[in-house]
């Protein structure tokens, strides 16, 4: 390869000046021999060098190579152990040119240059006068138009000695220094987030090999140390995404330019003439107003037809818009329908708005420590030593693995995808992190700069962020009775509240004092210094590897606000902590609990009857809550915690404080103080507690009536919309009820208010779907015969109940689970009896073991977890869906009950049908609604009619009362005229397609040699067990190659003479000469209690002929298989299917078309217009046609 020098040529600096620049050389091979002569002149000159070897991060985690430039010690005259080529001996180095012996006043020294020696006083902050401005990050400065303070430092000190630039240190980032923080941050504006790649979807996993090949030959052709490598890293892979696969475009907005129409000029002209008509009926004599006034007539009736057609044509506009906003984002649709947009304009001046974040940021006392209160209660060594190890292969993995794929993008632009189908893209950014945990020094690109941190970033603080809450859980050093933020395993929000809430009550009803002050801290995400963090780390023992890495991603922290009109200065952040950062919160908490654990020393919490102890002060994150039974005491913690939250320089805001005090069980008027400023009470103001209201009545009743208020304001939103019915439903379902399940869940609201708000809820479903008011809400929210996808606000309301029970009887806190308070649900329905019978269930299931349903052989169908083995999330969810159960078996009870709606519950023998949202999205109005209201039996047939109003019930085609029944199945006028018919071989045609799919592929197969096992291998200790081809793999049609099929459609069948000779016509005719096997398949479309019956009935009938064939040596099995009318597939068919290979989704498939050409037929039977002319074999019409005054009418409740 190339050496470093051109042979024959000397390196002196002063005869041939270098082209590289330090700061501005690509990360390759030639950035080294520069770097190595400034450093050492003498070792350029020595002799030529080996080339280096073209190693990368994947080397091991001590391998910093490639990872680092080349560095020589000249005392020792050794490169470092990343070089595997040797140096010759050299002499004595000589001084760089420009280096001489510079001191600083805070005692420093070294030989170097006067740059060297302002970068020291710059990093240190030796000079008081002067204040070091920020680093601008090159991702975010391209270019700046003043020069930094460097250089302009060496243009004035331009000599012999110093004529080299200075040599910057390979482990320091490249960093435009700015003398001023008044200095503008950028003359444009800041690109905060780049556009995203079209990166393919994770199924594609080919496409995903491949990239994660490329990426990895990219990264490895990586040169320099590893913060270089990290810093580019996330570059080269969004430029490489850009590149093959490109950006998803945003669609800017261009505002439509209005243009009239001709009918809009038209109206206005109508307008103008008839305006100058009034003017002249004025003027005009007698004689000629009678003709002037025709004119205005026949004006006023031209501008309402206009007008008429005008408003049609707006609100057509109008609908369009509003079904085009809500498929771009359905999310964002539904959420702006119950809350309003907040926006708003900054509108300040530039000074004003930097003078500000220049006092919010700024920390004067940043560079003192903070000592510990003497009263401080010591705490105990720690008995489990905290992991510092480099991060674990398993650990990232694991990080990765459970980070959501949707995940927005850091500033870099490379997502969570990116890494979860790159396994070695992660690996090499893992063997980097590794080097950046042994080297302490966190890259810029890590640190936060806009509102999303970068994935690598998050990756690696992640992996600290568990080590440190290990390590603290471990050891018990966040007192969970109090502080329940950032400790997994709690629902600290719930528990607290609910506690909170529970200790007022019993307070109110034992007629006992309490006193409870809300405390308010102002910013406190903001205001925290940085030293009580690291104060709480050396407290709680930390390890100063970990401290060290949390201080170093800490440092150098800056911001800028841009907007309209201009954009502020680099503000350098000396204080408060990031929001959205992974290890920021539990810094936070950690520091929270150095001030609680200084102050809940001074009283003692409320006991109960029980003898436990409460906890004085309730803490999440930085909501705290005072609990004491005197005032005394209340007054002594608080004053207690203001000592110790302005010790930590933070404040308490009074204003936004509140109190409450139970004395003898009636709320009283006491008064706290935070210095002379008083706290408000409830009274005065109500106050939001983690996410829960008080007010003075310390009662739920207002807050039900304003929940039952924004239900309604809700519903009427959604129905306000032009938006089609099933797309209001959705709103519905993924809009309100999510809104509406926290307050029912923290709140005591009876059962009946949330019967009460189901119907209301219920009426606008059923109008948005087309049903009568009359339909059972078991339709709607029943998972019986069928389901659609809606849920019940009263089922979902009992299972967030016991959620909740569960949740608090069964926490981790044992000052919860002991005094679990008793949720108020009114007197019809109790959370704890309902929790312990579904627990008693589950209990005696587990002894019984599964139970087979229907007629499938022993052991088949899925498997439930045992109550025994389950893990406590587990657990809660079993006794959730019991809970399901439970209510679902109440709603068949009052099925049974019902004679028309409830005749679903006696059919036997066909399949439940599940509408799923990407279905009912796909269907037309009358079409749902065709399916809800015959499955229910409540469309308007002239049986129902004369039912609701006292018309005529007879048939239209015959004398026959027509009810449902009668009009799809039973007329024999239609039966006649070929209508079943018709809708028998529109289904037939769909299951003789599937079967001759599936015929042909297997005819197409080589020679079959498929030996069918039956008995099972034994599998020995270590070995897996092989894979046995089965009979339901390929089905019995695979045991041969010369299957043939005939059916009876577009003419009359003949039975095959070679097997039978008979007159019979089966639907269907499927054999095997080689291996005489032949199926006799008949198709019926019956009513759905018929279904059994039909069965019987058509394996009897072709009984003989399959005798006949038997007797002629033939295998012959008689398959008779149902569909019904309404779209319910029998259960004979499903068997059939399967029994000839027909799985997985080609089934699926199958049943939903089977289904869908039924009910489609019988749709059109039904409510096909008559006289309505169609296909050669289609039906000239439905009998109930949609033209019929009957189907308009309004049905009754």
Known sequence: GKTWRQPGKTADRRERPHRACPRLAPCGRRDLAPLVYRSHPSLATEGSMKKIPPESARAGEDDDSLIDYMVIDPGTKQTTRMMITKIPEMTTPTPTPGCKLQICRCGWTKETTYAGLRRHQGLKKCLPSQKQGPCIDRYFLRSCSSKSSEVQQQDQNQSLQNINPPVQEEDEEPSIEVSNLSQPAIENKIQGRKPQVRWPKSCERKEWETID??????????????????????????????????????????????????????????????????????????????????????????????????????????????????????????????????????????????????????????????????????????????????????????????????????????????????????????????????????PTAWRKRILLLNVEGKIFFSVVARRLTAYLEKNHFIDTMVQKAGIPGFSGCLEHLNMIWNQIQLAKKDGRDLHVVFLDLANAFGSVPHNLLWTAFHYFSVPEVITRLVKSYFQDLQLCLTTDECTTAWQRVEIGIMAGCTISPLAFTMAMEVIIRASRWVVGG??????????????????????????????????????????????????????????????SEQRFYVGKEPIPTVAEKPVKSLGRWYHATLKDTEQVDQLMKDTICGLESINKTKLPGRLKLWCLQFGLLPRLMWPLTIYEVPVSKVEKLERVISSFAKKWLGLPRCFTNIGLYGRGILEIPVSSLAEEFKCSKVRLEMTLTESCDPSVSRSAPTLVTGRKWNPAAATHQAKLDLRHRDIIGNVQ???????????????????????????????????????????????????????????????????????????????????????????????????????????????????????????????????????????????????????????????????????????????????????????????????????????????????????????????????????????????????????????????????????????????GCRGFVGESTIRLLKELGVQGQTLRRTIKALSGAAEEASRWLWGGTPGTPGDADEPSGGVVGLSSKRQRRRVPT
């Open 853 to 1123: 349903q229907g007629r499938g052989g022993l052991g088949l169908g899925g498997s439930r977890p045992s109550w025994q083995r389950a893990a406590p999330a587990q657990r809660r969810k079993l006794v959730v869906e019991e809970v399901r159960r439970h209510e679902q078996a109440t709603r068949c009870v009052k099925a049974i009950s019902q004679a028309k709606q409830g005749q679903w519950t006696r059919w036997e023998g066909v399949e439940r049908r599940k509408i799923s949202w990407r279905e009912l999205m796909g269907m037309e109005a009358f079409h749902i609604s065709f399916i809800l209201r015959a499955t229910y039996d409540v469309l308007p047939s002239p049986s129902n009619l004369n039912q609701w109003y006292g018309e005529d019930p007879t048939c239209p085609l015959c004398p026959s009362p027509a009810n449902l029944k009668h009009i799809l199945v039973g007329c024999k006028i239609s039966l006649s005229q070929g209508r079943y018919t018709w809708r028998h071989n529109h289904v037939l045609k769909c299951l003789a397609a599937t079967l001759e799919s599936r015929r042909l592929k297997i005819n197409s197969l080589p020679p079959s040699s498929f030996h069918p096992s039956y008995a099972r291998e034994f599998t020995r200790e270590g070995t897996k067990t092989a894979k046995v081809q089965t009979i339901s793999d390929v089905g019995q049609l695979g045991r041969a190659r010369d299957w043939k099929l005939v059916v009876d459609l577009n003419q009359r069948l003949h039975f095959p003479s070679e097997i039978a000779t008979t007159n019979l016509r089966p639907d269907l005719v499927l054999w095997s000469s080689s291996l005489h096997t032949v199926y006799i398949i008949e198709l019926t479309v019956p009513w759905e209690d018929a279904v059994e019956e039909a069965f019987e009935r058509k394996s009897l009938k072709y009984t003989e002929l399959a005798a006949d064939a038997e007797q002629r040596g033939w295998k012959s099995k008689v398959c008779p298989v149902e569909v």
């Open 606 to 667: 409320q006991k109960l009857k029980s003898g436990l102890r409460l906890p004085p002060i309730r803490a999440y994150m930085d909501d705290m809550t005072i609990l004491t039974t005197t005032k005394a005491c209340a007054r002594r913690l608080l004053n207690k915690l203001q000592e110790n939250i302005q010790w930590a320089r933070m404040e308490i805001k009074p204003s936004k404080s509140r109190s409450i005090s139970v004395v003898k069980g009636k709320l």
């Open 213 to 442: 090949t490329d990426i990895s030959n990219l990264l490895g052709q990586l040169r320099g140390t590893v913060v270089r490598k990290l810093e580019r890293m996330g570059d080269l892979i969004y430029n490489y995404g850009v590149e093959r696969f490109g950006m998803v475009e945003k669609r800017k907005k261009t505002s439509p330019t209005q243009t009239k129409s001709r009918r809009q000029q038209e109206i206005e002209r109508l307008v103008k003439e008839r305006r100058q008509l009034k003017k002249q009926w004025r003027k005009a004599p007698e004689e000629e107003k009678e003709g002037i006034n025709l004119l205005q007539a026949e004006i006023k009736n031209r501008l309402a037809t206009l007008r008429r057609a005008e408003n049609l044509r707006r609100r057509r506009k109008k609908k369009e818009q509003e079904r085009s906003n809500f498929f771009k984002d359905p999310y964002k649709f539904a959420k702006k329908l119950f809350t309003k947009e907040k926006n708003g304009k900054l509108k300040t001046s530039k000074k004003d708005l930097e003078t500000y974040l220049k006092q919010s940021l700024t920390d004067s006392q940043r560079c003192g420590q903070i000592t510990l209160p003497p009263e401080m209660p010591p705490i105990h060594s720690p008995e489990h030593q905290m992991d510092i190890s480099p991060p674990r292969w398993s650990e990232v993995k694991r990080i990765v693995q459970r980070a959501r794929a949707a995940s927005s993008p850091g500033p870099n632009g490379v997502p969570y995808r990116v890494y979860k189908n790159t396994p070695d893209v992660l690996r090499f950014l893992w063997r980097l992190m590794k080097v950046v945990w042994q080297k302490q020094a966190i």
